[in-house]
């Protein structure tokens, strides 16, 4: 009895003392962020659910490079996760179809995107999958807006001749071609700085990320334009997660909690958007608010958008998504 108690011992002295799997998340998002807040939420549930044998060290705010770096690091393996926007995966991965989701007013509401983006949860896993990605679970940047150091966006007209900076991928720079203006891509940690010294007139952000970052302070107007839809995910390396046992793979895809991760990560981000865009005007940023004529007028100009668009990501996609798109406003009828 004596033995038997002291094996059963020994074997609880060495599971105890293993060292949990350690998970380095790297993403540019900002700390003290509500994007934050929303991966602390599931970090929280994958580490409870693995019953501790899993613990992540998160890098936020670019300490380990742009996203599209970090990106190509997590699909090799030496990065083993991390939170990143939708266009930045495409462009680090060549995953033309990926744009699709931020193609310029292509959504009416945060309902109809969340709608879309979790009907095509299943099929984009299989995407990223065969790039080196599990897709775990989506999140949202938000609403992407104009913010300009001398002059305010109003109409299409305005964007001609300014240097605005661009995100890192195909669709971004295309659309500000297509508005006049000249795209300066540039990642996410080396823009304050693009900003400062003049490299740029102006870019375009949500305003939590524009608070969250310092860009706001450089500018003096912010139009709400909200023509581009930006969605986010947090994935993880593929070579990393097959080397997993099973209950810790379960306990990182939490799928049964994904839904309800989803929604207050996405809910968080909302909140804060719609009171900081509310400070703005102490900060003396004057912000613009576009007519529907006014709207309507960049919803026209950027259609030839989606005619360069479709070349690079392919008809079949973006006739998938309108038919989400069109079943969604169907059932809102």
């Known amino acids: 009895m004596k033995k038997i108690f002291l094996i059963a011992f020994i074997s609880f002295v060495l599971t105890s003392s293993q060292d949990p799997i350690r998970v380095r998340f790297g993403s540019v ?44 690091s997590v699909a090799m393996g030496s990065l083993d996760a991390g939170a990143f926007t939708v266009a930045a995966i495409s462009e680090a991965l060549s995953i033309p179809q990926l744009q699709v989701f931020e193609m310029p007013f292509l959504f009416n509401s945060d309902e109809e995107a969340d709608y879309v983006m979790d009907q095509m949860f299943d099929v984009m896993s299989d995407v990223f999958a065969k790039k080196g990605l599990v897709l775990v679970m989506w999140g949202t940047n938000g609403w992407r807006s104009f913010g300009t150091k001398t002059k305010p966006v109003l109409s299409p007209a305005d964007l001609k001749g300014l240097k605005m900076r661009s995100q890192e991928s195909d669709v971004y720079i295309n659309f500000y071609k297509t508005m006049g203006a ?10 304050l700085v693009a900003l400062k010294t003049g490299m740029v007139d102006g870019y375009d952000q949500t305003p939590v990320f524009s608070l969250s970052t310092g860009w706001i302070n450089t500018v003096k107007h912010f139009t709400l334009t909200k023509h581009i839809y930006q969605p986010g995910c947090i994935v993880f390396s593929k070579k990393y997660f097959d080397k997993l046992s099973s209950d810790v793979q379960q306990a990182i895809l939490s799928k049964n909690e994904r839904a309800a991760l989803q929604k207050n990560s996405r809910e968080l981000i909302r909140k804060d958007d719609a009171y900081i865009l509310s400070t703005f005007p102490d900060m ?30 392919g008809k079949s996609v973006i006739n998938v998504v309108n038919a989400h798109i069109r079943k969604f406003r169907e059932g809102k009828k």
């Not at 003290?32 to 409870?48: F, H, L, Q, R, V």
């Open 284 to 313: 003396e940023i004057k912000v613009h608010n576009l007519t529907e004529a006014q709207r309507e007028a960049f919803k026209k100009a950027s259609a030839p958008v989606y005619t360069t668009m479709e070349a690079k990501m």
């Open 29 to 72: 998002i900002p700390k003290d962020s509500p994007w934050e807040e929303g991966i602390n939420a599931y970090i929280k549930n994958a580490e409870t659910k693995s019953g501790g044998k899993v613990k992540f060290k998160t890098y936020l705010g670019g300490q380990l490079g742009g996203e599209v770096e970090m990106i190509k």
């Open 182 to 191: 000249t795209p300066v891509p540039i990642s996410t940690p080396d823009v």
